[in-house]
């Protein structure tokens, strides 16, 4: 990842769920088809660098995108002490969700297809939530995630799905291997990034990640040559190293 390279915040957007207004920042670029929701990992935020980046990256190939804190700043505070709230896959869940009806409301993102990208356990809750809101969602990310938090709702979900993970991230190779054998969806893939870590800091590693994620959103939320780019991707691909 370059460090000079300038990185996407978009507007400040506030969004109810529930009792609690999360912080947002939307970015939608002139012309976009498609958005995409990020949830973030444990112990992270909107502010994420990594997230940050590929957001940037989707909206040179003509995606929104919204990164948006999961807990308030009070929760923020009490849960970096306890570590409790950042792993209740559900709760997130369940505010992701509520970030998919507000985009299906706002004005600026009503009329465009809808993507998840979940990092870390946001990954989990990403698809939960991409569960749930299964006529809204129309693909989903995983970046070194834990799927296997979404657990029986694995089995739930009926979007593309990519599930990309860092060669020499050992355990949580086996635990995707083990959420993607539960997904029902025949447009799926488990990309495995060759020799990086969990948190894709080698060189390359991220600018992978970025290119598999953008390649995956541009053939699922209707950007142009959307057909001819599902067609390249292809269909129930066994994991791939690369």
């Known amino acids: ?30 012309g976009a088809q498609g958005v995409v929701l990020f949830a973030h990992g444990s112990g ?8 940050r980046f590929v957001a940037h990256e ?14 308030t700043s009070e929760e923020e505070e009490t849960d970096a002490h306890t570590h409790q709230m950042r792993f209740d896959v559900d709760l997130l869940a ?11 409301q706002n004005p600026e993102t009503r009329s465009l297809q809808i993507g998840c990208f979940g990092a870390s356990t946001g990954a989990g809750a990403a ?42 991230d050992t355990l949580v190779i086996e635990l995707n291997e083990w959420a993607y054998a539960q997904l029902p969806v025949r447009d799926k893939r488990l990309a495995i990034v ?15 990640v970025a290119r598999l994620a953008r390649e995956w959103f541009a ?12 067609e390249r991707l292809c269909t129930d691909n066994p994991p791939i190293r690369g």
């Open 127 to 168: 698809i939960v939530a991409a569960a749930r809101c299964r006529e809204e969602v129309r693909a989903i990310v995983s970046r070194g995630g834990r799927p296997d938090l979404a657990g029986t709702t694995l089995r739930m979900v009926q979007a593309p799905t990519l599930l990309i993970v860092g060669g020499d």
């Open 44 to 51: 992270s935020s909107r502010f994420s660098t990594r997230n």
């Open 58 to 71: 989707l909206q040179n190939a003509g995606l929104g995108t919204l990164l948006m804190d999961l807990l």
């Open 219 to 230: 053939a699922h939320l209707a950007v142009p040559n959307r057909a001819a780019a599902r």
């Open 94 to 104: 369940q505010r992701l969700a509520g970030a998919i009806g507000w985009l299906r």
């Open 1 to 30: 990842m370059d460090a000079k390279m300038p990185l996407a915040e978009g507007k400040p957007v506030h969004i109810t769920e529930g009792e609690v207004t999360l912080e947002g920042n939307l970015c939608i670029p002139p």
């Open 194 to 208: 060759t020799g990086a870590t969990h948190l894709f800091s080698e060189p390359g590693a991220l600018e992978e």
